[in-house]
């Protein structure tokens, strides 16, 4: 018997074609009940992280934020925000997603898990193409360069998504607990944005208030990224290695609680 025949591996692929057909049933529903079918429809998934990107960066420039540094100003802003809102918006809009979503939970087939997944995709995917396409107007129209090295951007964006959704994962499954989690969340999603390092640069700060800001995570993402944007033009503080293994706990956390969450569905 052929290994790709082998009852284990049938089942598999089996249940990987219902977990796939589920995905996609689920962001087709969120899709349209978040958008609907008129005038842009799915594009505000791209278009609501652009306004809100590039109303920070005429904001900053209006202002002249660039705190006496050589970096433009706009693609400070781009690079800053746009990693905001590819963590903030994964964890906001998985906030009482269950409760959002309870009618669902009574298929066999929809899990928890795959609410959490559904919405942390559509985040990330909205929060990537709204970076791609602001970075590549604004290198076209010469108000940005290109990236100096496009793995370490990546890398940081990567590190910042799966941030975004071991987070999602964390906040989610707790609003499913307790709406304190929920109350406490968008507070705490404020104050983080001051301290996420997208409106400076570690080392602006001073010493004792590095090592404090370096404590989260999701400062050496942005601090990646824009090492590898803006290249030796700028002195970046950052551990690839801390942040993943954050990132790592966090996952492991909040994929204890959302089993735990659908066990109380279940019980229900």
Same mark, same amino acid.
């Given at each position: 018997?052929?290994?790709?025949?082998?009852?284990?591996?049938?089942?598999?692929? +089996?249940?990987?074609?219902?977990?796939?057909?589920?995905?996609?049933?689920?962001?087709? +529903?969120?899709?349209?009940? +978040?958008?609907?079918?008129?005038?842009?429809?799915?594009?505000?998934?791209?278009?609501?992280?652009?306004?809100?990107? =590039?109303?920070?960066?005429a904001l900053w420039t209006a202002a002249?934020? *660039?705190?006496?540094?050589?970096?433009?100003?706009?693609?400070?802003?781009?690079?800053?925000?746009?990693?905001?809102?590819?963590?903030? *918006?994964?964890?906001? +809009?998985?906030?009482?997603?269950?409760?959002? *979503?309870?009618?669902?939970?009574?298929? !066999?087939?929809?899990?928890?898990?795959?609410?959490?997944?559904?919405?942390?995709?559509?985040?990330?995917?909205?929060?990537?193409?709204?970076?791609?396409? =602001?970075?590549?107007?604004?290198?076209?129209?010469?108000?940005?360069?290109?990236?100096?090295?496009?793995?370490?951007?990546?890398?940081?964006?990567?590190?910042?998504?799966?941030?975004?959704?071991?987070?999602?994962?964390?906040?989610?499954?707790?609003?499913?607990?307790?709406?304190?989690?929920?109350?406490?969340?968008?507070?705490?999603?404020?104050?983080?944005?001051?301290?996420?390092?997208?409106?400076?640069?570690?080392?602006?700060?001073?010493?004792?208030?590095?090592?404090?800001? =370096?404590?989260?995570?999701?400062?050496?993402?942005?601090?990646?990224? !824009?090492?590898?944007?803006?290249?030796?033009?700028? !002195?970046?503080?950052?551990?690839?290695?801390?942040?993943?293994?954050?990132?790592?706990?966090?996952?492991? =956390?909040?994929m204890h609680y959302v089993r735990e969450?659908? !066990?109380?569905?279940?019980?229900?």
């Open positions: 018997m052929s290994l790709l025949r082998s009852p284990e591996i049938v089942a598999f692929r +089996r249940s990987l074609a219902v977990q796939r057909r589920v995905i996609g049933a689920l962001l087709m +529903r969120e899709v349209i009940t +978040r958008f609907g079918r008129d005038n842009f429809g799915a594009m505000w998934l791209v278009f609501e992280p652009m306004l809100f990107t =590039l109303g920070v960066a002249a934020m *660039n705190h006496g540094s050589s970096i433009p100003i706009v693609a400070f802003a781009v690079t800053g925000y746009s990693s905001v809102l590819l963590w903030r *918006n994964c964890a906001s +809009r998985c906030s009482m997603a269950i409760e959002a *979503n309870l009618s669902l939970m009574y298929h !066999r087939n929809v899990q928890a898990i795959d609410v959490f997944f559904t919405r942390i995709l559509l985040e990330i995917a909205g929060a990537t193409a709204s970076f791609i396409i =602001l970075s590549v107007i604004f290198i076209v129209i010469d108000w940005m360069t290109f990236p100096v090295d496009l793995g370490k951007v990546l890398g940081g964006w990567l590190l910042l998504a799966w941030f975004g959704a071991s987070l999602a994962l964390l906040i989610g499954a707790g609003t499913a607990y307790s709406h304190v989690v929920e109350k406490l969340w968008h507070p705490a999603a404020y104050l983080l944005f001051p301290m996420s390092g997208a409106a400076f640069m570690v080392d602006w700060l001073p010493d004792t208030l590095q090592q404090v800001v =370096l404590l989260l995570p999701m400062v050496h993402g942005v601090e990646l990224l !824009r090492e590898g944007w803006f290249g030796n033009t700028v !002195r970046t503080h950052y551990d690839a290695g801390y942040m993943a293994t954050c990132c790592l706990i966090l996952t492991w =956390l909040g969450a659908g !066990r109380k569905l279940e019980s229900r």
